[in-house]
């Protein structure tokens, strides 16, 4: 008789997005007459850089004929690509990250939602609490959460390590030594950095405690402030400890072409076992590969002129988000994020719950946010929005939450 | 201290095509002169159909635009691909397969490797023996697989169900119950095909015990004969056992764009709860879609054209199936399959093992095929041919073995 994975029936409610696009749907389909403006779901809006186009365009163009056609692509993906992103991302930045260490992959949120399943399920796992969902819901659906107790909404066996105002939503070192610990910078939902400082504590400890350091560094391309580090190996020692998630979806605009990378040194070991040869196990038997002309899509964001219009598009999303954040500011409301990543944290008013601030922002404002709350208990009473809406809508959102 | 998943070290080797290639890339670079045929690896190597290159180039396109620009594509896929796939695929055949029970993805390897993850781990697996490995490897992976017995070439908790040239390498019906069947009809490697009485008593036979069949119908679009099921949702009764993959990879020659299905009526349950449940929160957790040029792509195969290019595709692939078996008969081998699936499935000669004729294929007719003991012990003394070369090629590899 056919067993379900029970680990599955722990986890409370759907995923996130999914719930928020229910109740936007809902909202739309009762009120159609209302313009409503998502700053919730950190979806870009700003239309594939010319540069990327025309890779794609003629990558496609290869795809028609018998003797450009590709079929499979290599496990870990082709060294074009591998290869510029070593060079570009790492070694020109004084990195020693080796081309057979990248393993493409069709997005972040895969990799980092896959690479629980390397490690023991009798590890114990550290999230920043709020957080970026992935992280957690994956290791429940592996077992390493425990039980769900509703009324403090966590997961008995993970470790939450609190991001609060109070430390500028950047976690201490905690006391119980987790086996994986993930850390998300620039993070989401936050927007808050570590200077190289404060991550090279992290690194030390991971190496004097036998941690593997999981490294969401998804967002790096927004950082704006010098001191901040862009990847984990940056610090020194990390090519013992630590593995980093990077993605094309924010830098590039790439949540619908799905791309990402994860970097595992093959110095990185557990148990005496190196990482990198589990991983391209996993890639081996459960992963075909990113799709050729995606890949060659990746490939020109790092030209020259893809680079170029790549930032002035980072840009643009900057300035949407110091337009919320001053905005919401002037308004009177306690702000932070929004200069080193797209998301601004903004705590509720009035001491409201955040999806009873969601909810308001929805009917009266129209305007969408992501509730602090599914982030993580340390989430309550905050919203996240994002620079990822176009100007004029920014703009307008911000307006309409003013006039509340 | 981090764990590694100690259950990926049970594994023997690495994944069997990525040992191919080591061989094949180490014999190429010491013959650098020699011209090696490649007919082991199931890819294609006829180009994308006119018809779905100018649907990718339309996509790309509409990627350029902000107006037409699309980011992260829904969960569980666009409406406008599980729409078509639902009417063409089963409908209009006259299977009642929901648009929403439809679960677009990046290929079915990625599927088939990963369903089993909504399972307890408790479940024991069968799988044909041979078979594509993916789905013993994925399971080993999650800890189903027990101990590995090197003598045996199996795993000890594994059910195999031997397909033998006694069986028509169609395999009986287990007397030890297994609570998740794998069956890849048309088979790969063998090239077998069962009929529709055949499998409706798998499919009443798992009714009976209460367990899920997992159907893996990648080859159906190269079925030729009457009778034989394209879908397992022709047998009645499959709507509350059955999963099943499909793939745009060999019906479309999407190898290298990445795009596959998964069909889990809502009516499959275990244990009262429903598997689509399961599956969409695993979808909505740790995937994030497929392209949505991709998906346009696959979209352009249901289309009058695109199906007209794609059947020519296809008969012409069959024309080197039958060249391969007519040939290797001429010249006195044990040939099945090619009839309706793509593979050829050759008795290696003077009973040397797979490997050994693998090895002397290549060095003597520099013609790669897929040894059989890589799909499981009953795949031993055979190998595996490929009809996706092309012509010219397929014509000289025959010619070559013949001449050994």
Request: with cysteine.
């Amino acid at each position: 008789m056919t067993k379900v994975n029970k680990n599955y029936l722990k986890l409370p409610g759907s995923y996130l997005f999914s719930q928020i696009g229910k109740k936007v749907r809902a909202y739309e389909a009762a009120h159609p007459e209302k313009k409503v403006i998502r700053l919730g779901i950190g979806d870009v809006t700003q239309p594939i850089a010319p540069k990327v186009l025309s890779a794609l365009h003629t990558a496609v163009d290869e795809m028609g004929h018998e003797e450009t056609f590709r079929g499979y692509a290599p496990d870990l993906g082709y060294a074009f690509l591998r290869d510029v992103i070593a060079r570009k991302d790492f070694q020109e930045r004084g990195m020693a990250v080796a081309a057979d260490e990248i393993f493409i992959s069709d997005g972040v949120k895969c990799d980092c939602g896959n690479i629980q399943e390397i490690f023991s399920t009798e590890n114990t796992i550290a999230v920043q609490d709020p957080v970026y969902p992935v992280y957690v819901d994956s290791n429940v659906m592996a077992g390493r959460g425990g039980q769900y107790d509703p009324s403090l909404q966590r997961f008995d066996q993970v470790i939450y390590l609190p991001c609060t105002r109070e430390n500028g939503f950047v976690p201490e070192l905690p006391a119980r030594v987790p086996d994986l610990i993930y850390l998300c910078f620039p993070n989401n939902p936050t927007g808050a950095v570590m200077t190289k400082d404060q991550l090279q504590e992290w690194v030390d400890y991971a190496n004097r405690n036998g941690s593997v350091l999981l490294y969401d560094a998804a967002y790096e391309a927004y950082i704006s402030q010098p001191d901040i580090p862009h990847s984990i190996y940056e610090c020194s020692g990390a090519g013992t400890c630590a593995i980093e998630f990077r993605s094309f979806s924010k830098t590039a605009g790439f949540t619908g072409l799905r791309l990402g990378y994860t970097v595992i040194p093959k110095t990185v070991k557990a148990e005496g076992v190196a990482l990198w040869d589990l991983w391209a196990r996993r890639h081996g038997t459960k992963y075909n590969g990113a799709p050729y002309i995606i890949q060659r899509a990746g490939e020109a964001v790092y030209s020259a002129e893809g680079r170029k219009q790549i930032q002035d598009q980072i840009a643009w999303y900057m300035g949407n988000a110091k337009i919320i954040a001053d905005g919401l500011r002037e308004a009177g409301y306690e702000v932070s994020g929004g200069v080193n990543a797209p998301y601004i944290w903004m705590r509720t008013p009035g001491h409201r719950t955040s999806w009873e601030f969601f909810d308001e922002l929805l009917e009266q404002a129209n305007v969408v946010g992501t509730p602090g709350a599914g982030f993580g208990p340390h989430g309550e009473y905050y919203l996240r929005l994002t620079a990822f809406g176009n100007r004029e809508n920014t703009i307008e959102a911000v307006n309409r939450i003013k006039a509340l």
